[in-house]
């Protein structure tokens, strides 16, 4: 371990961080381009054969940029993506920006550092930055926007330069440091762990946008809000928006053990999939399916969803668009069982429904989610914790889904458990409540 690494994980002072050399080189999660090759063909690579653990070379600081060391940092699938090199290798995203010269031409290199979520304390800021210095305590959201491009005043979602850190830029969170724009850094919850702080920006900020704000759902009072996978990494933050601002979450699960978490988490109705019966993308089975499900939701709720969270894709899509009442909204961020999505669009257009795309968050809609967890409005959906050696066995986890809420991975931090420094806040709250996930950690 490095001088700097050392002393950030003492709590060395502001003053001591700035006068430690920067390492020349850093221990990261990340994957080798020659490995692109060898999975060429193949059937679907096992992602611990192609996350690799080990020293990269630092890379220089922007002006716009800040170096944090990375105390601890989260799995999110996009990451298993880029392990699987599927649907195309994350390079390709790597190779594309680095042409356009100058400091982006620092992302396109031979090893690929990934990870969208961090929590650490910032070592370095470029000379452009005003906001961030050295010694704060920090979470890094995903969104890597271009703040040259006219686009991303209106919406930093919109502009054509706009980036999922980690994933379609080098340098990302799964390191003991991460280059990040300081347009992504957000203040750390003070109550939060490490782990706990780490696990939220990406997934609570998608959830965020794609329930509350007024580009996703635009969600109301008295909304009934239906939520496919409604204990996992999206879904947990998707019936927590849901229940602080007056809506009906329903939650859909897939065991008895899930059910009770959703119910802890604020669910007015639980169905396990199974009540549903066979879900696919074929026609007959979806309006089966999706009869059924509406049939449940009437008879405990007593009128259709108003929206449908949506992220499992290609499976689920079509029952989504055909439960939604006349009139609603079906959001959708994401595809997890396959990308062509097959429904019958009568049920869109003779019934006035409106399907939303959303990705990702803006800084300001970031900024929103993050006072919301600052305060304690919302919990993170953390249920376990890999160190950073282990990471290939984390994700893994995911990629055969037998993960819950998200997975942590610990970087610098030495142990979990870390990083409080507002135990008052958190003894106010309580622990079941702070991490509802890990309620039985101490």
């Known amino acids: 371990m490095s001088d700097l690494s050392r002393a950030v994980v003492d709590g060395a002072s502001p003053e001591v961080l700035e006068r430690l050399v920067v390492p020349e080189e850093y221990t990261a999660a990340h994957l080798r381009i020659e490995d692109v090759a060898a999975a060429s063909g193949a059937e679907e690579r096992d992602v611990r054969d192609t996350l690799h653990v080990g020293p ?3 890379p220089e600081l922007a002006p716009d940029e800040v170096l944090v060391a990375v105390m601890a940092a989260a799995l999110n699938y996009n990451t298993i993506w880029s392990a699987k090199f599927e649907p195309i290798p994350s390079f ?3 190779r594309h920006y680095g042409k356009q010269g100058g400091w982006a031409a620092r992302h396109d290199q031979p090893f690929h550092v990934v990870g969208s979520d961090a929590a650490g304390v910032v070592v370095r800021v470029g000379t452009g930055v ?3 210095r050295i010694g704060d305590h920090v979470v890094v959201a995903t969104a890597h926007v271009d703040d040259q491009d006219p686009v991303t005043h209106n919406d930093g979602m919109l ?3 706009q980036r999922a850190w980690g994933f379609e830029t080098n340098f990302g969170g799964l390191a ?3 280059v990040a724009r300081a347009s992504q850094v957000l203040p750390k919850a003070p109550h939060l762990t490490w782990e706990e702080a780490a696990c939220n920006p ?3 900020g998608t959830a965020y946008r794609m329930l509350i704000s007024e580009r996703g759902a635009n969600m109301r009072q008295g909304d009934v809000v239906l939520i496919w996978g409604a204990v996992g990494g999206l879904g947990g933050y998707a019936v927590q928006f849901v229940k602080n601002g007056g809506g009906i979450p329903i939650g859909i699960v897939s065991s008895d053990a899930k059910a009770e ?12 999939r199974r009540e549903i019966g066979e879900i696919s993308a074929d026609p007959d089975v979806t309006v089966k399916a999706g009869k059924r499900l509406g049939q449940i939701i009437r008879q405990e709720i007593g009128e259709d969803p108003n929206i449908v969270f949506e992220h499992v894709g290609r499976e689920t899509f079509g029952v989504s668009v055909f439960v939604a009442r006349r009139g609603g909204t079906i959001v959708t961020c994401g595809s997890s ?7 019958d669009n009568r049920y869109l257009w003779m019934r006035l429904k409106k399907v939303i795309g959303s990705h990702g968050a803006n800084l300001y809609e970031q900024w929103q989610t993050n006072r919301l967890i600052q305060r304690g409005r919302i919990s993170p959906m953390l249920s376990k914790v890999y160190p950073l050696e282990a990471v290939g066995e984390a994700a893994h986890a995911i990629q055969m889904n037998e993960h819950l809420g998200k997975v942590g991975v610990l970087c610098l931090a030495p142990e979990a458990g870390l990083g409080v420094t507002d135990p008052a806040l958190r003894a106010q709250l309580g622990q079941e409540r702070v991490a509802p996930l890990m309620s039985d950690f101490a």
Request: charged share 15%; glycine share 8%.
């Open 56 to 58: 990269v070379p630092m």
């Open 92 to 94: 390709t995203f790597l």
């Open 130 to 132: 005003r906001n961030v």
């Open 159 to 161: 502009g054509a330069e």
């Open 176 to 178: 003991h440091y991460a």
């Open 202 to 204: 990406l997934c609570a």
């Open 261 to 272: 978490i959703a119910r802890n988490l604020g669910c007015e109705l639980v169905i396990d």
């Open 337 to 343: 069982t396959g990308y062509q999505h097959t429904f």
